[in-house]
């Protein structure tokens, strides 16, 4: 994910498969069923770190943050290699976000 938008979108999808309400969500988090649903929308052109971080929370999961086209699979880099045509992967400085189910301890 590279947006707030597609975050959103994934936090969305996740609460739905909890079967979770947004105003559930959003009483835990501390924010109102208003922004959640911005939010989810993509219809929000901030949310603040605490509150992004919460909602997360509250649904299990959290960000995960790695440097473009240094993750995936074994197969990713092979496949990103070989369309590079150079042997190499492509460096890049971006970061992309992505969510993941938080693990159980």
Do not use: I, N, P, W
Request: charged letters at 25%.
């Amino acid at each position: 994910m590279q947006t707030l938008q597609e975050l959103g979108q994934a936090v969305a999808v996740h609460r739905r498969a909890l079967g979770l309400k947004q105003a559930a969500v959003a009483e835990q988090a501390g924010l109102t069923a208003e922004s959640l649903s911005r939010f989810e929308r993509g219809r929000s052109a901030e949310l603040g770190a605490r509150k992004l971080l919460a909602v997360l929370a509250v649904l299990g999961m959290e960000l995960d943050v790695v440097v473009a086209g240094r993750a995936g699979t074994l197969d990713d880099l092979r496949r990103e290699r070989s369309s590079a045509g150079t042997g190499a992967a492509s460096a890049t400085t971006a970061a992309k976000v992505t969510t993941r189910k938080a693990r159980q301890t």
